[in-house]
């Protein structure tokens, strides 16, 4: 959290802007503004002259008034709201958040010292990317941590290469985290057993690695990626009874030359991608 | 049946354990390949095995086994024990070995999947 205080009076506009805009030309009907905001799925466009310069907003409040007034067919430039308040790419976030708060407007455009668009600003914009400042700090706190960002859940596990103590830890807060969210206990064991496997695997073979979940509502998506030796045969590895861990893992009952092949038998979607004296790379998908 | 009656009627020693009573079996699957062991355990199996080490609790936890039975009297290791605890992981052990064990398990009326 202390990065983020920190850094917050230094962050301008610039960094949490969409540059890709949605402008309309003057010339436009009222309808075919609507029609626009209606496909992008959004309230308010900038206008701009055919030197890309501001000229005003057009909103879904201009297109109410227009529908009531039964004029959609008149021209964007002669029903939007001119005195358009902006900011500049330099300005810092307070602003913004000054004036969405004071005004309530629900986007601000940013223009350059020549009134040229090269962004727009929303709320939104900027919930997202605090959003990603804290998940940053979490991940350089805690060795392993597990957070949820927000509509899809997101997991991220380190896993090293050679800690038996830990193992398990990411396929438990997996299975905790799938059966709380009230997931189906036949496709939370085959998660469970999925992400147990992926994890035993970097243990057992690699320096380090990381399991990534994403729990969307459809289905359950893990990465696992490792720096490590790599697999030489990877037809050879997805057969059951190969493996390559040396005696003490065996001894301590892995090493079967089951993991991969359990992995696949868990999955709807199992990719493997390996780079000898690189790493692995697993992308596993199972669907809810 | 529940872990309670398996330790009175097969004379176990428990580990480490509590509310007995509370814990449902309902099968019996032997392994000590911890892959094999994710692969088929099945939820509320025992589990019986020789390995002693920490991982058992992690493949027992996430598969929601009744409890872990080391036969010929083999001991976890100390953080096996600790974590165990910790985790509300039931842990028992017998003199007898696996083959017998599963003998009186099944004229209990217990089978495998």
Redesign the interface.
Known sequence: MNNFHDSQSKLIIEDMMSTCVITVSPEMTMREAKEIMRLKNISGMPVIDDKKKLIGIVTIADVIQALDDQKLDEKVKDRMTLNVCTVKPYDSINLALSLFRRYQYSRLPVVNDTNLVVGIITPNDIVKRLANFLKLDEINEAHISNMVIDETHTLEFEIKGGD??K???A??SL?KKLLDLGIN?QIV?RA??AA??AE?NVVIHAVEGILKAQISPEKLLLFITDQGPGIEDIEKAMQIGYSTAPDQIRE???G?G??LP?IK?SSDIFKINSTLGKGTELHIEIFF | MNVNEIVKSLNLEVIVGENLESKSVKGVYICDLLSNVMAHGQQDDLWITIQTHQNILAVASLLNFSAILLPENLLPDATTIEKAKAQGIIILKSPEGAFNLAGKLYEMGLRGS
């Open positions: 038996f103590e193992a398990g830890l396929a438990s299975k206990a064991r469970a057993i147990y496997e035993m301590m009952g892995f079967a089951m993991g359990n038998k």
